[in-house]
């Protein structure tokens, strides 16, 4: 999406599609966990789950810097400050292996060019046994991945899905990555 189209992704209404205290139930966070939040877009989660994790940290990743600044932004005025801002791709992510616990993303690996790859560097900077969360929304999206597609593209990484939560509008899969 480019960032000229962001801001609509803050709409409050937006809330009753998925809210962002849904979301961090989704996670599963502890207080001290490093969040991984791939295209972020304008930060509409983001304040929410930095501040489940206040012992850890939230790391977003994004290819475009607006959103990163829009993100900031808006972040920086809800005064949390555990939150890291990375300008890359989600094919070749910035990190060291094994350096995240939850990884999640909405309504982004569609728009990403080689989603397998993507999936394989997911895989490669959760912790073992950590929590790669996928949101895909059913309608709305010309990018929108299939619930069938998505779950066999992951599973082939190497994850195994452990939640599932279906919405009218959206569904959210969840997957452990194997040791």
Same mark, same amino acid.
């Given at each position: 999406?480019?960032?000229?189209?962001?801001?609509?992704?803050?709409?409050?209404? +937006?809330?009753? !599609?998925?809210?962002?205290?849904?979301?961090?139930?989704?996670?599963?966070?502890?207080?001290?966990?490093?969040?991984?939040?791939?295209?972020?877009?304008? &930060?509409?989660?983001?304040?929410?789950?930095?501040?489940? !994790?206040?012992? &850890?940290?939230?790391?977003?990743?994004?290819?475009?810097?607006?959103?990163?600044?829009? @993100?900031?932004? +808006?972040?920086?005025?809800?005064?949390?400050?555990? !939150?890291?801002?990375?300008?890359?791709?989600?094919?070749?992510?910035?990190?060291?292996?094994?350096?995240?616990?939850?990884?999640?993303?909405? @309504?982004?690996?569609?728009?990403?060019?080689?989603?397998?790859?993507?999936?394989?560097?997911?895989?490669?900077?959760?912790?073992?046994? &950590?929590?790669?969360? !996928?949101?895909?929304?059913?309608?709305?999206?010309?990018?929108?991945?299939?619930? @069938?597609?998505?779950?066999?593209?992951?599973?082939?990484?190497?994850?195994?899905?452990?939640?599932?939560?279906?919405?009218?509008?959206?569904?959210?899969?969840?997957?452990?990555?194997? @040791?």
């Amino acid at each position: 999406m480019p960032h000229t189209h962001a801001p609509h992704l803050l709409n409050p209404l +937006r809330a009753l !599609v998925l809210s962002p205290g849904a979301m961090v139930r989704r996670l599963e966070l502890k207080p001290d966990f490093t969040v991984l939040e791939l295209g972020p877009g304008p &930060g509409y989660f983001s304040p929410a789950v930095a501040r489940a !994790v206040p012992r &850890g940290k939230l790391v977003l990743v994004d290819v475009q810097q607006e959103m990163l600044d829009m @993100a900031k932004k +808006r972040i920086d005025a809800q005064a949390v400050t555990n !939150v890291e801002y990375w300008r890359a791709d989600a094919l070749s992510l910035p990190a060291d292996d094994a350096s995240f616990d939850v990884a999640f993303l909405v @309504a982004v690996l569609g728009e990403v060019p080689d989603r397998a790859r993507s999936v394989k560097e997911l895989n490669r900077v959760l912790r073992p046994g &950590g929590l790669l969360s !996928v949101t895909e929304m059913r309608i709305f999206d010309p990018d929108s991945i299939s619930l @069938a597609d998505l779950q066999s593209s992951v599973e082939a990484a190497g994850f195994r899905r452990c939640s599932r939560h279906r919405r009218l509008f959206h569904y959210t899969l969840g997957f452990r990555k194997t @040791a």
